[in-house]
């Protein structure tokens, strides 16, 4: 394993080469690119350009090492382009996971406006990437497309989902947040993943808990995962006096995974979705999750058996489906059948496999 993301972080053992970026290369980069966009596409975000040429310094250490190893097969995320200048060791066959894709974040009203040509350029440079490249997976059917619509290759192209460490979620024991909100034990918790991300519809969370809570009139807890902006947190206050929300801001992955196998169902507002770690993770814990029918949602969520997808923001079926899962005896059918359905679909060493055939 070689790292790109890893800046002064020693090794975990010898199979494992972990190089970053030095923090005042970083800055630098950052801020350069950041005056160039300004200059030609003004008001727009950029960032995919400056990512490329911020992993630059540690996949140029990484080159030496990996040609070095001499692998049979490598396997490069298109996050980032590290493939650009690690390129293709001898008599080496290149996998590309195509898990990203920056075309994606082009073109949508619902956040702030991203730079074309910040998304060109990264994908000219992927698009290079894509000569040394002998098949190239994606998560989902929906990064498939994407990939299909976006870059020029002619290659292999096919759908592996994300495995999943199933083993060590199992592992992980359940943590009861009820009694920290003083809320019965029977109380309803709702999950709400990422909140305060843009992406994940930050705009739609004060609104859904507010729905929710007008619903009943019993207090109901909610989960708030992620760290959340200035502006969520100022509206959160204003939240009705039967929402009892827990927001512990960036958690490690355990404590989230043990706080989510204690909540009773999900709602995930998300406008963008490669694939849908998040709903998966869930449903592994036995949590249904309702969520837009956006991106790779639909390879991982089972409408009316483990969860709900609803039309593309479609707030109002959203919440709906919501409120169905705050009936107590359909919300324990639909959960019994939530982990059943992902242990059947995305039972993970049938992935596995399927990466061992393809390198093969």
């Not at 970083?26 to 008001?43: D, I, K, Q, W, Y």
């Not at 727009?44 to 001499?70: G, N």
């Not at 206050?237 to 355990?254: E, L, Q, W």
């Not at 592994?284 to 923001?313: I, Q």
């Amino acid at each position: 394993m070689f790292t790109f993301g890893d800046y002064n972080v020693p090794s975990s053992g010898p199979d494992v080469t972990r190089a970053g970026t030095p923090p005042w290369f970083e800055r630098s980069v950052l801020a350069l690119t950041r005056a160039f966009f300004r200059l030609v596409e003004p008001g727009t975000l950029s960032y995919h350009v400056s990512e490329v040429i911020r992993v630059a310094w540690p996949c140029l250490r990484l080159r030496r090492e990996i040609h070095r190893f001499k692998p049979d097969v490598l396997l490069l995320p298109d996050h980032c382009c590290p493939g650009l200048l690690i390129g293709k060791p001898a008599h080496c066959k290149i996998i590309l996971v195509s898990h990203h894709n920056p075309a994606r974040f082009l073109d949508n009203p619902l956040w702030r406006l991203h730079s074309k040509l910040d998304g060109r350029l990264t994908i000219m440079c992927e698009n290079r990437v894509l000569r040394n490249v002998d098949t190239v997976v994606c998560p989902s059917e929906y990064m498939k497309e994407m990939f299909a619509k976006t870059y020029s290759y002619a290659g292999p192209l096919m759908v592996i989902p994300n495995l999943v460490d199933v083993e060590l979620i199992a592992s992980i024991p359940r943590r009861d947040i009820r009694r920290e909100l003083r809320l019965p034990d029977d109380s309803v918790m709702v999950y709400i993943p990422s909140a305060g991300n843009i992406y994940k519809g930050s705009r739609y969370v004060c609104e859904i808990i507010r729905r929710l809570s007008s619903h009943t009139s019993k207090d109901l807890g909610f989960y708030l995962s992620g760290s959340l902006t200035p502006e969520l947190s100022y509206e959160l206050r204003y939240a009705p006096p039967n929402a009892k929300i827990y927001a512990p801001g960036h958690s490690s992955y355990a404590d989230n995974i043990a706080i989510v196998k204690g909540c009773s169902f999900g709602v995930s507002p998300t406008l963008i979705e490669s694939f849908g770690m998040t709903l998966l993770e869930a449903s592994y814990c036995g949590v249904p999750m309702v969520t837009f029918n956006v991106g790779g949602n639909a390879d991982v969520v089972c409408h009316g058996k483990s969860g709900f997808l609803v039309p593309y923001l479609d707030l109002e079926s959203l919440i709906g489906a919501a409120c169905r899962l705050m009936e107590g005896p359909y919300r324990e059918s639909i959960r019994r059948e939530t982990e059943r359905h992902a242990r059947e679909i995305f039972e993970s060493d049938a992935a596995a496999e399927q990466y061992h055939r393809l390198m093969s």
